[in-house]
């Protein structure tokens, strides 16, 4: 069965520091691997995926996430924070078995302090 | 992309009730996904909804109580049945990019649901 674990609950970063978020996934056969957003009282936007390529995946906001396929990685990241991405962010894998079903990860909290 | 929309944004309704949720988008699409996310919490899929077929369903959710209706390519709906203070939660339509499954997915703005 697939999976993803996101081992932070919260991640906390001055503004202007790089941040990274954690993911692992768990998936037999290619991933497919996402990253969405949730801003406070707001629906779900997508940030950035992997399907295949480059393993450095460029997304919107100037975050970039890394595909690691030795650690089956796919962390999260941003060369400087701004207090303006303060939100909750999903890792997220498809793959096809079975059917292609997202599964979520728990989500990580970012709080970036001015 | 696609824009999602879902009435109503929120309710308070009383145990034993029903409310059904409705979700819009502005393209037609094969595929359409109801979860459920407790807020602040990550996101749990209620069923898989195709236009012309009965939905799919993941375990821990029955058709009796969550029906769900797919009339055309634009439109589904979420019965939320004989609710309890435990179906207190946000529901989220959503939609496969360019009707995809390999692409990411779009969400609507949620229902933000409260059973007294």
């Known amino acids: 069965a697939q999976s993803v674990a996101q081992p932070e609950d919260q991640v906390n970063v001055a503004e202007g520091n790089p941040l990274t978020v954690k993911c692992t996934y768990s998936?037999?056969?290619?991933?497919?691997l996402f990253w969405y957003v949730q801003y406070p009282n707001r629906g779900l936007q997508f940030l950035l995926k992997?399907?295949?390529?480059?393993?450095l995946v460029k997304g919107s906001y100037g975050f970039e996430a890394e595909f690691n396929k030795s650690q089956t990685s796919f962390h999260l990241k941003k060369p400087s924070a701004l207090v303006s991405d303060s939100a909750l962010y999903f890792c997220?894998?498809?793959?096809?078995?079975?059917?292609?079903?997202?599964?979520f990860g728990a989500g990580t909290r970012l709080f970036v302090k001015a | 992309s696609a824009v999602i929309s879902q009435k109503p944004s929120r309710d308070i309704c009383q145990r034993g009730t029903s409310l059904t949720i409705q979700c819009q988008v502005d393209?037609?699409?094969?595929?359409m996904f109801w979860y459920r996310q407790q807020p602040g919490q990550s996101l749990t899929l209620i069923a898989t909804?195709?236009?012309?077929?009965?939905?799919?369903?993941e375990s821990g959710f029955v058709i009796d109580k969550f029906p769900i209706s797919r009339p055309n390519l634009t439109f589904s709906t979420l019965t939320v049945s004989n609710m309890s203070p435990e179906d207190s939660s946000i529901y989220l339509c959503?939609?496969?990019?360019?009707?995809?499954?390999?692409?990411?997915?779009?969400f609507g703005p949620g229902t933000r649901l409260t059973v007294l």
């Open positions: 997220a894998v498809r793959a096809n078995t079975g059917g292609f079903k997202t599964i």
């Open positions: 393209s037609q699409v094969t595929m």
């Open positions: 909804a195709n236009q012309g077929s009965e939905a799919t369903y």
């Open positions: 998936v037999s056969g290619n991933p497919y």
């Open positions: 959503s939609v496969d990019s360019g009707g995809s499954s390999y692409n990411e997915q779009f």
């Open positions: 992997y399907i295949t390529g480059d393993n």
